[in-house]
């Protein structure tokens, strides 16, 4: 069964910090790249980070130095801890084995939204 579930989002004053909690079936999870992605109202949906199964990571470069990602392969979570953050970073954030190009996942969760106040 796939499966993700994403949580730990909510309201956030700018300079704040959240820590996003990302649980997958195994399917998804298990030795794949995975990434945290997110889609702000009207924009298209945006990969933030990326971890490898053997903890390499990537960041885009609105967020490289304040978000770090980080994997539990034992409990197949992923994890995004968000400091400093911005009013741009709000969004809704999803998790989910990394793709490029983004369409050719056929799944996602429900998400979790981030809503940062300025």
């Known amino acids: 069964q796939v499966q993700l579930v994403e949580s730990g989002g909510g309201l956030v004053q700018a300079g704040g910090s959240l820590r996003l909690s990302c649980a997958a079936s195994?399917?998804?999870?298990?030795?794949?790249?995975m990434g945290w992605y997110r889609q702000a109202p009207g924009k298209q949906r945006e990969l933030v980070a990326t971890i490898t199964n053997s903890g390499n990571t990537n960041y885009a470069d609105s967020v490289k130095g304040r978000f770090t990602i980080s994997r539990d392969n034992a409990k197949n979570t992923v994890y995004l801890q968000m400091n400093s953050v911005r009013p741009e970073d709000t969004a809704v954030y999803y998790c989910?084995?990394?793709?490029?190009?983004?369409?050719?996942?056929?799944?996602w969760g429900q998400g979790t939204q981030v809503t940062v106040s300025s």
């Open positions: 989910n084995r990394y793709s490029s190009p983004i369409t050719w996942i056929d799944y």
């Open positions: 195994g399917r998804i999870f298990v030795g794949n790249t």
